[in-house]
């Protein structure tokens, strides 16, 4: 088995949860563009802890298709943990990521492998040349998103890039060897600063089931993915205390100049708009610093972000045809 690992060409990471709708479709597509390569292979399925039948399914699948290898996590640990899971796992000399639902086309892996090849690079980014199929609020918030990543990570970080990707053995160990718990694979490759290329492709709909990032997820990736990469948030904090202690300054100058005019000053209105302001500042910067301290907390705990509970490649050997 170790002189069939050494070979291996290029390795197809796929974190799966809850796909066993979309799964049948992926192996029709992915299979044939995978086999066309002339090259060998393996394809890393990473089952993120599914409650539906994606094991079983995957276990059937590997029956007729020796290059399948199923990696399974223990329990949902989430689309960048999976990654992760399967990055550590591959031991090809390049390693592809795609989503299971067919939205990122398998048949661009193979280019995406020869202009690595080609042009020596590290790293291929699958960049999205039209979102017209995600939903209108998928697309405002992943342009904020992408926004937000270029101007906190620096321009390196190509916009529509998701994590339809091909990394050489060489970033893939750049990646194992960072001790970051939370891993978003989409701003940490384009910061290892390797030499890069894309393909563009189309985003299709998913093909079956539903999404398995709802509005929670969302927001936690960006939360993940701002404080991960900078201190400017809490840096926010500092400036919007100065801005209030400025702003309560002239508040109060401009109360006392109307005392020393003779008015009387007119209710609790202005009193109660600087409480609720300054009140609000506090719970910002108080939630910030939270913020930290829950991602120092769970630097220090250093719990690994997956426990993988099965691997096909460690079983006794499979019915399906050698290795
Ligand atoms: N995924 C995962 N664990 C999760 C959520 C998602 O492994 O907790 C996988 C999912 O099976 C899919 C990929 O991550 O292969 C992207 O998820 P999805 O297509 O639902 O996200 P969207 O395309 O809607 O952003
Ligand atoms: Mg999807």
Redesign the pocket.
Known sequence: MAAARATTTLSVV????N?EAALPALVARLRPALDGTNVSYEVVAVD?GSADRTAELLEEIRLGWSELRIVKLRR?S??QA?LTAGLHSSVGDYVASI???L?DPPEKIPEMLELAQRDKLDIVYGVRSDRSTDSGFKRWTAGAYYWLMRRMVGKRVPSQAGDFRLLSREAVDALKSLPDQQQVYRLLVPWLGFPSGQVTYFREE?VAGE???PLSKMIRLAIDSITNFSATPLRIATWLGVLSFFGCFAMLAGTIGIYLAGHTVPGWTSLFVAMLFIGGIQLICVGLLGEYIGRIYTAVQKRPTFFIGYDSADAPQQRGAER
């Open positions: 796929i974190p799966m949860y796909e993120d949902n989430g689309h999976a989503d299971a639902d939205q998913r999404t398995k990032y």
